[in-house]
């Protein structure tokens, strides 16, 4: 079977229902679907176990952070490919800052662990049941999770260097 | 009675134990040896804490990170041609293959369509970059197996890369070549004459390279069934580029999401079968000629036309025209001063990096900068299985099986 996006949308939607799966949007040619915590993980198997999709390769994995968007600030998203069909899905899930609580893939993608452990340390997620869940690219006594947007880049003391000069 | 029969079965070993106080068996007991993190043979900067039982390695502990310099957190400030130079220090063995990928991630979101040629030159530095990165990864398995001769002798064949990239970029290693929408300035006669010479002499130098390691028996016996790791495993860690195909699958990113105009040129993917450090060599070593035969075809067909793509919103106009033309100086000023604002926009791009498959994705918000810039760092992504493949070898193995993965600490830890 040649995966399209219809054929994938419509394969997941008829699985997890219509109140699970929304906002299927197309940016860049790959397909972005948004689902909740509660089917992420069933999601991710049955993409990668269905005879048909064989979406079985993790590509990547990344936290992003919307600090305007009330009760959505947190966002994780999945890079899946099917190798055999060449065929990419993004899936993404949203959160609120305040609870960025997620399921584990680690008994999925043994890759999933350290790529988990970076989002931890740049994020602050926390996946539950992973196996070692701590910094890995920070400094083990860091108080906070430096990828946040309300964690400025340069020092905002400074007072030699003045933004509009910079074109920001 | 029941010690005295225990007594009867016992080993002169064993009694001479019990009569000293010993413990009947023997505990196993461990080493704790810090691998790193800076140590000559593992070529960058990671520590393994190894638990050793005498030679033999029974756990392993990474830490990574000790450049990290948080590039992540940089280009969410930067103008997004400011960025291109964070990429070059990723996998600083050849960055030209960072720099494109870059250039050509936020092309498609801009939307730019690139001429030809310019894709052809891209080609041509990116596969010369391939052929630095595998042809240090291979010589440095070399001098960690005993044979540091080969070492040498290709590394003068670096520099002759080298100096092409100072010919068309100006830069040698953290090249910064290209821009967004093309490249900075067409092939210099002086470069295609150094290519040229280059696809003359270097077979004759990778062929004599070979001839000393292939079927060389020491070589062939140290690095057997070395850190082998299996096709599903492989998958399964996320392997990618040479590592991943040294397994069996056949999977390249400039076959299966032709980028560049890659779908122009012909040209085989190597598979190995095993996944063990020898055949992680293999294929690298006939990646090499893939490549040359990659920059032959585009080096002949180079078409005419223009190096560089017409979007003046976002590529910089000749610096000649921007003292006489009033439109030229404008798009100047707001270029280099990062007031070009990009679409609204998420895209995710693959190359195929050195190591494997090289991502930058890409969220706009319509701003200067990029919202999010994550980068799919392929040595992140296996260097994980680096524990799993050494369990149970010596300390030696884990040695050739690190120089063989090659794992670059700039691109590990971003």
Same mark, same amino acid.
């Given at each position: ?12 939607? $008829? ?43 993790? /590509? ?45 893939? /680690?008994? *999925? ?46 020092? #905002? ?9 910079? !074109?920001? | ?8 079965? *016992? /080993?002169? *070993? ?32 990671? #520590?393994?804490?190894? #638990?050793?039982?005498?030679?033999? +390695? ?15 957190? +940089? ?7 400011? &960025? ?96 967004? !929408? ?5 092939? $210099? ?5 150094? &290519? ?39 998958? $399964? ?146 260097? #994980? ?18 120089? $063989?993965?090659?794992? &670059? ?6």
């Amino acid at each position: 079977m040649e995966l399209t996006n219809e054929n994938v949308l419509g394969k997941i939607i $008829s699985e997890f229902g219509e109140e699970n799966i929304w906002d299927a949007l197309n940016p860049d040619g790959i397909m972005t679907i948004t689902t909740n915590r509660e089917s992420i993980h069933e999601l991710i198997k049955y993409l990668r176990d269905d005879e048909e999709l064989q979406i079985s390769f993790l /590509t990547t994995m990344c936290g992003i952070h919307f600090p305007d968007h009330k009760d959505k600030e947190m966002c994780m998203m999945y890079q899946l490919h099917s190798l055999r069909h060449n065929y990419r899905i993004r899936i993404k899930v949203f959160m609120p800052a305040s609870d960025p609580v997620m399921p584990t893939m /680690t008994d *999925l993608y043994a890759t999933a662990n350290w790529m988990e452990r970076e989002a931890f340390d740049f994020y602050g997620f926390i996946f539950t049941g992973h196996p070692n869940l701590t910094r890995i690219l920070n400094i083990e006594e860091m108080e906070y999770h430096p990828m946040l947007k309300q964690y400025p880049l340069e020092d #905002q003391t400074r007072e030699d260097k003045i933004n509009t000069y910079f !074109g920001r | 009675m029941a010690t005295e029969n225990k007594k009867a079965e *016992l /080993t002169d *070993l064993e009694q001479f134990r019990l009569d000293h106080g010993l413990a009947l068996k023997e505990e196993p007991q461990l080493t704790t040896l810090n691998l790193g993190p800076t140590h000559p043979a593992t070529h960058g900067i990671f #520590q393994n804490i190894l #638990q050793m039982d005498g030679e033999k +390695i029974m756990d392993a502990v990474p830490t990574i990170g000790y450049i990290h310099r948080a590039f992540e957190k +940089i280009a969410e400030r930067r103008p997004f041609y400011q &960025i291109t130079p964070l990429t070059d220090r990723m996998n600083y063995c050849s960055s030209p293959i960072n720099n494109m990928g870059y250039h050509m991630t936020v092309e498609k979101l801009l939307g730019i369509t690139i001429p030809k040629r310019a894709q052809y030159i891209r080609v041509i530095m990116m596969e010369l970059a391939r052929i630095s990165d595998h042809l240090i990864c291979n010589s440095i398995l070399g001098v960690d197996s005993g044979a540091f001769t080969g070492f040498l002798y290709v590394m003068q064949e670096r520099e002759h890369i080298y100096d092409i990239y100072e010919e068309v970029c100006g830069a040698r290693l953290t090249t910064n070549m290209g821009r967004i !929408g093309g490249m900075e300035r067409d092939l $210099s006669p002086k470069a295609l004459h150094l &290519i040229d010479e280059f696809l003359k002499r270097f077979p004759k130098v990778w062929a004599e390279f070979e001839k000393m390691l292939t079927r060389n028996r020491i070589f062939i016996d140290r690095t057997t069934d070395v850190g082998a790791i299996s096709a599903e495993r492989a998958l $399964s860690y996320g392997f990618t580029g040479p590592n991943l195909r040294a397994t069996g699958v056949d999977y390249d990113v400039r076959v299966m999401n032709p980028y560049s105009s890659y779908e122009d040129f012909e040209f085989e993917i190597p598979v190995g079968s095993k996944g063990d450090t020898y055949d992680r060599f293999l294929v690298r070593n006939e990646e090499v000629w893939q490549s040359l035969k990659i920059i032959e075809q585009a080096y002949k067909n180079l078409p005419e036309g223009s190096y560089h793509a017409d979007a003046p919103h976002y590529y910089l106009p000749p610096k000649q025209e921007v003292y006489r033309n009033m439109e030229a100086l404008i798009y100047h000023f707001k270029i280099v001063m990062g007031e070009i604002d990009a679409p609204v926009g998420e895209v995710y791009h693959s190359v195929e990096g050195g190591n494997g498959e090289l991502g930058f994705y890409l969220v706009s918000d319509g701003g200067r900068t990029p919202y999010r810039l994550h980068f799919r760092r392929p040595c992140f992504i296996y260097y #994980q299985a680096y524990t799993e493949m050494i369990k149970g070898g010596q300390l030696a193995d884990a040695i050739l099986t690190l120089s $063989s993965l090659n794992v &670059i600490a700039g691109e590990l830890d971003a």
